[in-house]
Every structure is written in structure tokens, then in C-alpha cells.
């Protein structure tokens, strides 16, 4: 199987924390880097040619996911955060706790509050700063209601059952 792309650029190199895991087949590029117990699953690209991408500790960047940053707009996940499958940052911050739902999108300038849920789908513009706590759903992205205590509980088991899933992995046994 083949192993994970990393990639300097010019003097750029990624950080990857030892106990960091990047599965076969994902690309992480340039100004990149990932905190301890992080995980980045199959197909996803972290590409940081024009500014930082921070990765926090125990953050899921789950399959075919894209991170990305322009000039004077890092992307910044801090920690415990999780990317669902094909989700989209670009240039944008996300605090600590936050989960981004399957195929949404964060764009340039937005800041995602502590402990949020953007739902599957939404689209967060440019600019946007999102309150801690919330969920965020359609196209603009609006907040639409506080979490429910079920909300919560997902976003604080799902940053722990990924780095299990990581473990696991990193272990396969390729056939």
C-alpha cells in the first residue's frame, strides 16, 4: 500500500507530531502542521504553499477532506476538532471542540466558535464569525438554534473515537 504524500516547499517543510497519524494516500504539503493524537484520513489534502495550516491535538480530518490557506488567512483547527468526510477550510479558524459536518465549507476569514456543529452541507462565508455553542445549517450558513445536550456529547466523543480508528489503522496489517 502506498504510504502518505509529504511534501516540502522550499524551505516549508510539514511538522508531523510523532504521535500524529497521516493515512496512505493523503497529501500534506508545506506549512502544515499536526498536533499529537491528530489524524488525517484516505484522499485528504492539507496543501499550505501561501500560509500556515495548524492542525491541533486530537483533531479528525476524515477522508477527502481539503485544508487550505491564502496569504494573511492561515487555517487553524484547534484542538479536538473534526472535519466530516469531504469537508472544506479555506483560510478559515475553527476553535477548539467544533465539528464541521460532512461535505461543508468554511471559507477565507470565517471563525467557527468553541463547541459548534456546521451542519452537513452548510456553506460558511467569507468574513463570518460564528458564536460558540451553535448550530450552523444551509447556504449561507446561519446560526439556527444553541446545541442540545445530545449535540454536545457528539462532539466530545467523536475527537477520542477517531484517534482509536487511528490507531487501528495505523496497524493494518495491508493485503
Known amino acids: 500500500m502506498a504510504d502518505f504524500f509529504l511534501g516540502a516547499l522550499g524551505e516549508h517543510e510539514p511538522k508531523i507530531h510523532p504521535e500524529a497519524w497521516v493515512a496512505p494516500g493523503a497529501v500534506v504539503v508545506g506549512r502544515v502542521t499536526l498536533g499529537a493524537r491528530a489524524n488525517v484520513w484516505y484522499g ?5 504553499e501561501d500560509e500556515e495550516i495548524v492542525v491541533g491535538e486530537e483533531c ?8 487550505h490557506a491564502d496569504p494573511g488567512e492561515p487555517a487553524v483547527l484547534e484542538d479536538r476538532v473534526s472535519l466530516g468526510h469531504k469537508a472544506m477550510v479555506h483560510g478559515a479558524h475553527i476553535e477548539t471542540g467544533s465539528l464541521i459536518g460532512i461535505g461543508a465549507i468554511v471559507l477565507g476569514g470565517a471563525r467557527i466558535g468553541a463547541d459548534s456543529l456546521v451542519a452537513a452541507g452548510a456553506v460558511v462565508p467569507p468574513g463570518k464569525t460564528i458564536p460558540a455553542g451553535v448550530l450552523v445549517a444551509g447556504v449561507p450558513g446561519k446560526v439556527v438554534r444553541e446545541l442540545t445536550d445530545d449535540d454536545r456529547a ?9 484517534v482509536e480508528k487511528a490507531r487501528l489503522h495505523r496497524e493494518a496489517r495491508w493485503i
Open 60 to 67: 479528525n480530518i476524515q477522508d477527502l477532506s481539503c485544508l
Open 154 to 162: 457528539v462532539l466530545a466523543y467523536t475527537p477520542g473515537a477517531y
Open 44 to 48: 485528504s489534502v492539507l496543501r499550505g
